[in-house]
């Protein structure tokens, strides 16, 4: 298979989420044997999209170089990753990606509206002679990359939550990944996002973003609340357990979220895994962790 980028270049701008900042992105063809790489702009500063800039896994999946750093990395790696790009340049004017409607859909639907550019060179898919396994003790996460013959992502997603249950989501190249992954957005559990947001994150956060999880009763003035932070008039609790902010695309889109996350976070090992990757309770930190050391087994 042949590397490939996009056609042309393509423009984004919105707020942050943890950080509410307003940034303008511009995501645009690259030379063969580029990679991904992210350039301030405003600092001129590039950073390559790779696992040994990781800087900060908190909420979110931030990469830094030198004074500059850009967070929220992790939905446009996805996507890129998802629709077969080997090769872009991504230009961003401040420290935090756009979130968007909080998912991959946008950048996918953009992309795929002009199809792609096949480059000379070859594919060289990232090959392990061995197993590697990262695990957290702590939480009880981990990921496990095996050598296999083709690339392909099974998720188990366990906050132990009686409105989530225990999700499971898979990709792989026979998965299509605007419709079945994409679209799928973030989420955060109703009781987090008051502590969140006295952290000085989620300020960018709204309800055309995330998916609120609704996990223990709340009552009428806690919902009033919580839709005065959202800036919204009213809100409610669904039957299922979810903020009325939103319809879920599928029933399991939380899982899918996750998986959509994972496929962007080891993107940051330096290319495409010709490998099979089990992840049980992924997050951004073991994510990270696992690119990294899939990178150095190499």
């Known amino acids: 298979m042949k590397e490939r980028t996009l056609k042309k270049s393509y423009r984004f701008e919105g707020k942050g989420l943890h ?11 690259a030379p063969a044997g580029t990679g991904i790489v992210f350039v301030r702009v405003d600092l001129d500063v590039c950073i390559p999209a790779s696992a040994e800039f990781v800087s900060s896994t908190s909420r979110c999946t931030l990469i830094a170089k030198d004074e500059a750093s850009v967070s929220t990395i992790e939905h446009i790696m996805s996507a890129l990753t998802g629709l077969g790009v080997d090769n872009a340049r991504i230009e961003v004017d401040n420290k935090e990606v756009p979130i968007l409607d909080g998912s991959a859909r946008f950048y996918t639907e953009a992309f795929s509206a002009d199809g792609f550019v096949e480059q ?6 990232l090959e392990l002679s061995v197993p590697v396994e990262i695990k ?17 992502i099974d998720v188990t997603v366990d906050f132990n939550s009686r409105v989530l249950g225990v999700q499971t989501a898979h990709w792989d190249e026979s998965v299509d990944y605007a419709s079945q992954i994409a679209v799928c957005r973030t989420f955060v559990f109703f009781h987090e996002v008051q502590f969140l947001a ?7 956060g709204d309800v055309d973003n995330a998916i609120v999880v609704v996990e223990h009763p709340v009552d009428d003035a806690t919902v009033a ?9 009213k809100l409610s609790v669904t039957p299922e357990g979810y903020l009325s902010n939103l319809v879920l695309n599928f029933p399991d889109e939380c899982g899918r979220h996750k998986l959509l996350d994972l496929i962007g976070d080891m993107r940051l090992a330096g290319g495409y ?9 992924p997050g951004h930190s073991i994510n990270t962790k696992a690119a990294l050391a899939v990178k150095n087994t190499l």
Do not use: N
């Open 136 to 152: 957290d003790e702590a939480s009880g996460s981990w990921i496990r990359i095996e050598p296999a013959d083709r690339p392909c």
């Open 19 to 29: 950080t509410g900042v307003y940034t303008h992105m511009t995501v645009s063809p």
């Open 225 to 233: 609340h919580m839709a005065e932070l959202f800036g919204q008039p």
């Open 273 to 281: 895994l010709r490998a099979h990757v089990t992840a049980y309770k």
């Open 198 to 204: 006295s952290q000085g994150l989620v300020k960018g």
């Open 120 to 125: 000379d060179t070859e594919r060289k898919y």
